[in-house]
């Protein structure tokens, strides 16, 4: 094989490991003014993880239609890379656009990743995001990590949260860690609310305690 074909070859050869069979650099018409090209484009950017493809996706997050934004997260949600699950975490705290859907969207994308960050980042939303929805949201996705190091903060959360959904879902958050329930409703008045609370405060700790020493015991068996 001569050099120059031999060239071609190992270029075809690059670009079909990184791009699908037949296809062009997906973000290509990340810049298009029409807004529903680039969504396509975004959707097409979700099947790579390569670098120059995740940073470009990323200046996308700050589109002025908030659909293609909210896209363009949701497609860093998809890309499993951890410069892709860095930058969620960066539009989770508004660090790269103030809007609530977006941050709310990335909250989401976070819970469903397994990077060891992503908690980090999930705890600082739901103690000082401003918008109760973006709260909620993080409080789901902790949940979604099966992570019992957190059911002190969640309890917390439930304890002084004024938001009543922020704090059902807190308590929820809660029972399904521990496999308990509190007798919590989030249609009671104020004052059955903060009884069950209490009684989730004496229970959730220990039981917390409880179900990781035996996690680990059953983890150290297999």
């Known amino acids: 094989m001569s050099r120059p074909v031999a060239l071609m070859a190992a270029c075809a050869a690059a670009l079909m490991a990184v791009w699908p069979a037949g296809c062009s650099d997906p973000s290509a018409d990340l810049n298009s003014p029409d807004s529903d090209v680039c969504r396509e484009a975004l959707r097409e950017c979700a099947k790579s993880d390569a ?12 589109h002025d239609d908030t659909m293609v934004a909210v896209e363009a997260v949701r497609t860093l949600g998809s890309m499993r890379t951890a410069r892709a699950v860095e930058i969620l975490g960066e539009v989770a705290s508004g660090g790269r656009d103030k809007r609530n859907a977006i941050r709310q969207e990335a909250v989401i994308q976070l819970g469903r990743q397994q990077e060891p960050e992503v908690l980090e980042a999930l705890r600082k939303v739901v103690k000082v995001d401003p918008d109760p929805r973006v ?7 902790i949940a979604w ?8 903060l969640l309890v917390e959360v439930a304890e002084t949260e004024t938001d009543r959904v922020v704090q059902a879902r807190a308590v929820r958050a809660v029972e399904q860690l521990i496999s308990l329930r509190f007798g919590y409703d989030p249609a009671s008045s104020a004052e059955e609310r903060k009884k069950a609370i209490g009684r989730m405060r004496r229970k ?3 039981a917390a305690r409880a179900v990781y020493e035996w996690r680990e015991r059953r983890r150290q068996r297999q």
């Open 135 to 141: 709260r909620a949201a993080a409080v789901t996705s």
């Open 204 to 206: 959730a700790l220990t």
């Open 145 to 152: 990590q099966r992570s019992l190091k957190d059911v002190p």
């Open 51 to 62: 670098d120059g493809v995740v940073e470009r996706v990323a200046e996308v997050v700050a």
